[in-house]
């Protein structure tokens, strides 16, 4: 059972009124915290993308993050290069990248991918650490982001947000959408029956670091300071891979719930330093052992409720 | 010539504690073809249990392994028993995020108790070191991690060969179901082959201790170590994992030489990639 | 009292039902065939037996002890023993340690050598190739590597599911021989066929599967091959 789909409609509407309006009547801290959810969900819908989705278990999305931040920095800081233009051009490199390592990437298969895609990752950190050009492990400071306003942000990360999410609900009721389905399936019957897996595990691939890259621009348009070892570091991944497993890993709604879930905890225990991430450790085991398809995934097994499907009826 | 000697011998000593490092991996991912995520944890956990032990104790690093393993064997085998064993049938993202979320409990939990200070097991054999003709000095922790090494694998793979345990796990790794019809409680097994991995990350761990400074959050470095020589000497190979481990521990100093020291780790992780790349069963992978 | 009875068991694959209320006896020292086409329910009654796939009603008593909802290894243990369709041979494992595994029960490790010697007795081919890894074997020895295998458990019940598929017929006239030879010392004996005219002419009682049910029973000297072919095809 589907909810009715002008309920569906109305559902949406109002929660992007909600959302649209937040600069308007909500703290800077609150708007804070819906810029971070609205980059989590981009960022997780990306994972998810690939891995729910394409079989793509990435353990290196990090490099999109890391390449797109310093894109940012270097060409608004060194080039001058107007800010929101370097944030698009952070898009740019980072599938200039997942160009150019597909080519040894995409011949590894499933664990061996996630771990080529996460070498890679660090590869690049230890690169970027040894750089003068980027000042080396201290880190750049993004000068031209301190301009900015709250308020512009936030709505570069909305607008990117809603964006991604739309992009992949239409992406999945497409011709590829099929595919990808078929191919999650089962690969070898899909083949047979005329499906390239290359080419659509291929455009994934770099949809996804496209908009990894470009989230990448407006978190440290946020942040304003990037380091190479937090910015290519694994840390990214754990975080998504808790985000998508709590929400839901091959649903649309999935990394939405997942990202709020996440980034309201992650404020709510940053007080508890220390224990916070013990008990995020815990409470992911926890998904795990009890609802191993995500709260939006056992939700859509026992009700068949969807907000964005997917499935053609 | 003769400054590439160095790195080499060196290389190749490293290598064979990389080689303990890995082997823990090895036969989790070879076995129960998943990844533990936790490995690196295990290790440095391990550390820390030697630590306390020779603060409380007294107890020589070395020494303090008659205690630490049958620890960790314990460790190893409840969390299989009790984690693991439940999400074996799931495929790979749930072991993965379990493994995950184990491994930060631990970091954390390391971090909360010892703080994040740098810490060593203090030992003379890293001061001492045995000249090599003048040429150059090598530490005589890197001998005994090699002769520790190469005995660990070599007690290992004779298990392997000749116990009806050994012949257990591989026969739970080939086929689970024939295994079954052996009489073999596989879920047991696996629990053995996690208890056992533990035991090596245990070794491993004191002597990482002994060799180089540690902290809480040591552990993923040394996960990306047991990876890369795993896959470059292979997977379910016991001497390629042996393999494995010096080419890495050669890659990494050799590189460490040439490019500067600050590209240690990315000369290792370049070969990984290559073998990811060109032959991702590894050098001398079979299964 | 039959030493194995299986009654009335129902048996699923996720939600597809495999089995409907199936019932079987088997005596002591008999050899007992089962039969079927593809599809059946041959494999599914043996996984059931076995303790591979949980029943989901109806009772299996082996020896007056109840099995069904045990594991595998359990029954193992208690003496019954199955040689799996596909021979299943252990690829690390060589020809000696494919054997010796077998016997890896508390009860069948005290007599592992003495029970090792008996079977190379009875495969003498497999005594040549003692050290050679277990999958790089012919298909007739690997099947009689597997059987060995299911030997060395010292079991008093075995079930031999499909051996003679993929084989040439003389090299299934020695297995055959093999099991004929096996239940004269005393084994029970299943035999899981689709090579129904020499199952039938070694066994004592069949029964013929069809689409999960039993279709037909009794002895083979009894039964016609119109009934069976009818039977077979559920003509």
Known sequence: MMLAKPIRMIFIVILLAFLVTMPLWASRYAVNVGLLVCLYVTLASMWNLLAGYSGMVSLGQQMFIGLGGYTLAVSSMYFGIPIYLSVLLGGFTSVILAVLISMSVFRMKGVYFAIGTWVIAEALGICFSNWGYVKYGMGMFIQPAYRLSMSGVYYAGLILCVSSVALVFLLLRSNLGLALMAIRDDDQASEAMGVNIFRCKFICFLISAFITGLAAGVLYLNAIFIQP???????WTVNLLFIVIIGGIGTVEGPILGAIIFVLLQQFLSEYVGYNLIIFGSIAIGVIFFAPKGIVGTLQMKTGWELFPVRRQ | MIEYLEPLINGILLGGLYGVVGIGLSMVFGIMRQVNLAHGELMILSSYFSLLFIQVL?????????????????????????????????????FLMISFGLSIIIQNALLLIFTPDARSLETTMVIKGVDVFGWFNIPLIYLVNFAVGALVLTALHQFMKRTYTGWAINASADNETAAKLMGINVNKVYAYALGIAAVTAAISGVLVGMSFTFYP???????????????????????????????????????????????????????????????????LGGR | MPVLEVKDVDAYYGELQALFKVSIEVDRGRIVSVLGANGAGK????????????????????????????????????GLSLVPEGRKIFSSLTVRENLMIGSYTPKARKESHETLKGILQLFPSLHARISQKGTDLSGGEQQMLAIGRALMSRPRFIIFDEISLGLSPLVVKDLYRAVKKINQEGMTVVLVEQDVKRSLKVADFAYILQEGKVALQGNPRHLTEETVKRAYFGL
């Not at chain 2, 393993?69 to 693991?84: C, H, R």
């Not at chain 3, 303790?51 to 020896?63: A, V, Y």
């Open chain 2, 217 to 283: 959050h040591s552990g993923t470095q040394y996960l990306i170590i047991a990876f890369g020589v795993v896959i470059i000497g292979g997977l379910g190979s016991l001497p390629g994992t042996f393999l494995g481990g010096l080419v890495l521990g050669v890659s990494q100093l050799f590189g460490g030489r040439i490019l500067g020291p600050g590209f240690q780790l990315l000369s290792g992780y370049i070969i990984l990639l290559i073998i990811l790349t060109v032959r991702p069963q590894g050098i």
């Open chain 2, 58 to 94: 007294g107890l020589h690093p070395l020494v303090t392994l008659i205690l630490v393993a049958p620890i960790m064997f314990f460790i190893g085998y409840l969390i299989q028993v009790l984690l693991f064993n439940r999400v074996m049938q799931r495929g790979m993202e749930p």
């Open chain 1, 229 to 235: 070892f937090e910015a290519f570091g694994i840390s």
């Open chain 3, 43 to 78: 494999s599914t009654l043996l996984k059931s037996i076995s303790g591979l796939l949980e029943t989901r009603s109806g009772t299996i008593f082996f020896d007056g002890k109840r099995i069904d909802g045990l594991p595998p290894h359990d029954i193992v243990n208690m």
